[in-house]
């Protein structure tokens, strides 16, 4: 079995369920994976916390929250500077490959490069071949979301400090995906846009663990439209369709509201917030609940006894609208065969997805939302639950296991 070092800014049981399951799914294909990642005080997949050979860092956390606040800024500050994070990435991955022999470095990044300024080093002084997994990118979203930090009151101040920092960031990862044997991507907007850097890029999509996601038949008293996850801002992800349609429901008395919840499981404060203020503006705040967000083994029975699925996305029409996100949500809705809603209508890439799997509708009107919902409420009413007439031989493409096949499939091609 072929080594592989994996080079990630988040890993489960923190974040980063692509790289998380493609670990558990790479040793049936031959490779095994040796991570090192950024340490998070999060467990939002414990399900992918027995996974071997991680070796994490930790940057921040400590018991005492303001020292985590100091340490943040500090090495937020440092980072930005000169690459603390990649340098100290760098001393741990230099150790291990003394002792191992690896044939592939990957590295799992978000908005920004890091750690792939690693890899490239790495790649260069050790002469092994070195992928970069693009899971987000600057481009991708309006508004400077991801790079606004605000450490100072003054918006027009945090947007200025972005903006350089971003510059220099793209930049740094320009030059880095320019030199890189290959790329992967998520999305085919990802796609088109990284490969006029490098032509070796590829669409890996997301996707979704069959041995937790699949349709099961459960009945239940309430007609439940449950979104899961977080939202940055209206910008990216904005409900405002839906939220309209069930005010205009419930004045019309369309279905029986007795029956009804509207469901969020919010990852931070700040989503909770965005839903809170967005139910008091169209008066529904009755038939809303908002809860924590659970362990990603618990997600798919909380799926499955929902009757709606709700896929939060903007516009991609435009310049300053986000672009090709494709999360892994929209995978595991698809598996378990609910109908889904997304409000609004991308345009785009999950509009697409929806068409070709025929897994629900990407609405563009309050007449779109509120047809599919009287529709499946009428569904529910008769048998107790909802089950969408999926295409089986499309979501067998979205699989983490067919994801895991891709990528080694890329391996063999440098290892």
Known sequence: MKNILILCDAFPPAFNPRMGYLCK??????????????????????????????NYINFYWNKNGSINKIKYILVFIADSLFNFKD?????????????????IILASVSWRAFPALVAKKLSKKYKIPFI?????????????????????KSTFVNKTIARIIQQKYKLQRNKILRSANAITTISEWHKQHISQLNKNTHLIFNGFDSELFYFKPITSKTFRITYVGRIESF???????????????SKKNLINFKDFRLQFYLLNQTSKNLINKLSEKYNISEYVDIYDTVQNEEV??????????????????????PKGIMGTKIFEYIAVEKPILCVRNDNSCIEQTIKNTKSGISASSIEDVIEFITCKYKEWEKVGFTRQNVDKESIELFSREYQATQFANLFDMYA
Not at 239 to 248: G, K, N, R, W, Y
């Open 235 to 249: 910008a990216v992800k904005d409900p405002t369709l839906l939220f309209e349609s069930v005010d205009i429901m």
């Open 87 to 103: 340098l100290y990435f760098k001393h741990k991955a230099k150790r291990l490959i003394k002792d191992k022999n690896f044939s």
């Open 300 to 321: 798919p029975q909380i799926l499955n006894e929902s009757s709606i699925l709700l896929l939060l996305a903007n516009s991609a029409v435009g310049d300053n609208s």
């Open 25 to 54: 799914y790479l040793p049936e294909n031959g490779y095994n994976p040796i991570v090192i990642s950024e340490q998070s005080n999060q467990r939002i997949f414990n399900n992918l916390s027995n996974i071997q050979n991680v």
């Open 132 to 152: 970069v997994d693009c899971r987000d990118i600057y481009e991708q979203f309006p508004n400077h979301e991801y790079t606004s930090k605000n450490f100072l």
